[in-house]
């Protein structure tokens, strides 16, 4: 699987669960929300140093 595959899955299970976040804490959603600005980012990552070389 590629690694844009495989970004846009972990997107897509994030976003198919509201009814799970919901009954989550807030405290729990904004580690959600950290995880995924994490995955974000290191996508962004990967993405710019393929670019750059």
Sequence with gaps: ???PALFWFHVVAVVLFPAGVRT??????LNQVEWLSNIL?????????KNIS
């Design 41 to 49: 980012q290191k996508y962004t990552d990967l993405v710019t140093s």
């Design 1 to 3: 699987m590629s690694v």
């Design 24 to 29: 989550f804490d807030q405290s729990h959603l």
